[in-house]
């Protein structure tokens, strides 16, 4: 049986199947297929109906709606058939396939690379293979963790205590998902982010700040989506 790449996350699997068993993405071709079985059934068994009807001749008017309801599945159904041919041909493109078959061998050969940098904290080369291919790395599954690590570290050896770092420092502490967010990213491991967080909150503490009151001030210029604006924050800025 023919197998098909995932076009977002790169998986290899049977082309008859509607979506990636992997991530759920739809796969066109088995889509279309399905599609189309669903409606030949459809129109078999109106079809099988309406030789039913004809054999009472008291129900010539319901015999008239079933064929009416036939033409408008066959037209809708032609009309989403030309509409999944012509998307199915832009997804058969062969330059997306080459992208995706360069998706999956990057991932293959940096994917150890990514491990071994993150073992030593090594942010600057992961770094480095983000930028080369910011879709893998996303999906990759120390990503969440990787962000948070980098994040607590610019944290604690920003040279210059305000507004910006107390910014930095209420997201981490309150909104982590300021710095980790996308559906495909896996979320982060719970005891390393509690560690990251109390190695924040000990920097704080030695500058005169509370977790209650860093809680106060987040809550208090947060807005809906848990923003803060820095010209809010001057006036919390303690001089060392």
Same mark, same amino acid.
């Given at each position: 049986?023919?197998?098909? %790449? ?47 009807? %004809? ?104 040279? %210059? ?19 980790? %967010? ?59």
């Amino acid at each position: 049986m023919k197998q098909v %790449h995932c076009k977002n996350c790169g998986a290899v699997f049977s082309e008859d199947l509607e979506v990636c068993p992997f991530c759920g993405t739809m796969n066109r071709k088995g889509s279309y297929r399905s599609f189309r079985h669903k409606v030949a059934g459809f129109v078999d068994s109106m079809l099988g109906l309406k030789d039913e009807v %004809h054999k009472s001749t008291g129900m010539m008017v319901l015999t008239a709606f079933l064929r009416s309801v036939l033409l408008i599945a066959v037209v809708i159904g032609l009309a989403f058939v030309f509409a999944q041919t012509a998307r199915i041909d832009a997804y058969n493109d062969p330059k997306t396939d080459q992208h995706a078959l360069e998706t999956i061998l990057w991932e293959d050969e940096n994917i150890e690379k990514l491990d071994e940098a993150y073992a030593k904290d090594d942010f600057e080369t992961i770094g480095v293979l983000y930028v080369e291919n910011s879709n893998v790395v996303r999906r990759w599954s120390h990503y969440a963790d990787y962000v948070l690590k980098d994040q607590c570290k610019n944290i604690l050896e920003y040279p %210059h205590f305000s507004s910006y770092q107390l910014q930095n420092v209420l997201y981490f502490l309150f909104y982590p998902d300021y710095y980790v %967010h996308g559906y495909d990213i896996k979320p982060a491991d719970p005891e390393l982010y509690e560690s990251l967080r109390q190695s924040v909150l000990k920097m704080m503490e030695e500058k005169g700040y509370t977790e209650q009151e860093l809680s106060e001030i987040y809550n208090t210029h947060a807005d809906n989506y848990g923003y803060v604006k820095l010209a809010d924050l001057d006036a919390y800025v303690k001089k060392e």
